[in-house]
């Protein structure tokens, strides 16, 4: 089975003709969140697809209208209106500003980047606002979660000091000096300011956030992610303490978070806690680069397992029956999204492999950034 040629297909039927691009091509969220189509068009880029990722960028530039909103979204409908949650989820600006760069980077299109530069200014300052304090403030960031989030996030601040660092490089291809040297230096004291301030010491391992320097969560593998650490011993300590405190035991992969740790109400473990393919897919990806064999051959293979029950469709995440069971029984805001992805799993579990049938569910599938982050963990050098 070719999974590479199946996240192409996936990706590309979820971009819309406006640009675009969907979390998921079958309506199950049927909205563009930028957090999720960033990372589709890190892929996209890398299957050179940049004039589909420039789309999506121009599709936003043309729908955040920042001088009415004052920040990026986290989700808009079809049709490029804001559809908000709540406000505020400040890993959106540089994952957006990372993007930008990122296509350029593959596509070589300098007149893409003069066509992005109002924008791109925007947007930086809007992280110079939110970061006053000398850290990222938001609201939520990877899990949209608020109790978890708010306040001084590790996604967050490492989203917004990649962004940061790539909107000078943006700045200096298109020779604008002062710009450069600004957010360059802005970069370098946000970079500063997380590694002061949001690594545990004691524990060697970057926090989640100021709030929570003791809880565990995948987003703490962010600095990593974003290639802002490249201290070796630094990842593989944390490789270790998220796989001792992540990996799901009974049926494999990656969980979130710790189940009722700290998250206790049973909304945030929509369609079971379970195990998460994009977060288990850049994991991979970073037992690749300290060549960690065993935990990387780990990752992959239930990843191909996935792929193998699910016909090739990467879910949003994979719950035991038990798991999913649990929150149907418990779940108290069940809305018409909820009842439709409920009906749609059950329905995807009876036809996919008999034998698997009884023992799990598939949530959201398939879903684009899933597939995006097995793309990059095969292409990405």
Not at 51 to 77: A, T
Not at 360 to 365: E, G, L, N, S, V
């Amino acid at each position: 089975m070719d999974l590479i040629k199946k996240g192409k297909e996936i990706i590309l039927s979820s971009q819309l003709k406006n640009g675009g691009i969907l979390a998921t091509p079958n309506g199950t969220y049927p909205y563009i969140y930028p957090r999720d189509a960033v990372i589709m068009t890190k892929a996209l880029n890398r299957l050179d697809l940049t004039g589909n990722s420039k789309k999506f960028y121009y599709f936003l530039k043309n729908f955040c209208k920042i001088e009415q909103y004052h920040e990026v979204f986290h989700r808009y409908n079809i049709n490029g209106l804001p559809c908000v949650t709540r406000k505020n989820q400040n890993d959106n600006e540089g994952l957006v500003l990372h993007g930008i760069y990122d296509t350029y980077f593959y596509s070589k299109d300098k007149i893409f980047l003069e066509e992005m530069w109002f924008f791109v200014n925007q947007i930086v300052n809007l992280i110079f606002k939110y970061s006053k304090t000398g850290l990222v403030k938001t609201s939520q960031s990877i899990h949209e979660f608020y109790r978890l989030e708010n306040g001084y996030d590790i996604w967050a601040n490492s989203a917004c000091c990649r962004g940061l660092y790539d909107a000078a490089k943006i700045a200096k291809i298109l020779k604008h000096e002062e710009e450069y040297k600004k957010w360059q230096k802005k970069a370098e004291e946000l970079h500063k300011n997380i590694n002061k301030k949001l690594f545990d010491k004691k524990l060697q391992v970057y926090m989640k956030n100021t709030r929570l320097k003791k809880v565990p969560d995948i987003s703490q593998i962010a600095p990593f992610y974003f290639e802002l650490e490249n201290s070796n011993k630094k990842l593989k300590k944390t490789l270790k303490y998220l796989k001792e405190n992540l990996w799901h035991k009974e049926i494999g992969g990656f969980r979130r978070f710790r189940q009722f740790e700290l998250v206790v109400d049973w909304h945030w473990y929509t369609g079971g806690s379970g195990s998460w393919c994009a977060f288990t897919s850049f994991m991979a990806r970073l037992y690749k680069k300290t060549e960690d064999k065993k935990n990387y051959n780990e990752c992959l293979k239930w990843l191909n397992s996935t792929a193998k029950r699910t016909k090739g469709l990467f879910p949003e995440h994979v719950s035991t029956r038990d798991e999913y069971n649990d929150w149907k029984n418990h779940e108290i805001e069940f809305n018409t999204r909820l009842i439709n992805g409920s009906k749609e799993s059950e329905k995807l579990a009876k036809t996919f492999s008999k034998k698997d049938k009884k023992k799990y569910i598939y949530w959201a599938t398939p879903l684009g950034w899933s597939h995006a982050e097995y793309i990059l963990l095969k292409k990405q050098p």
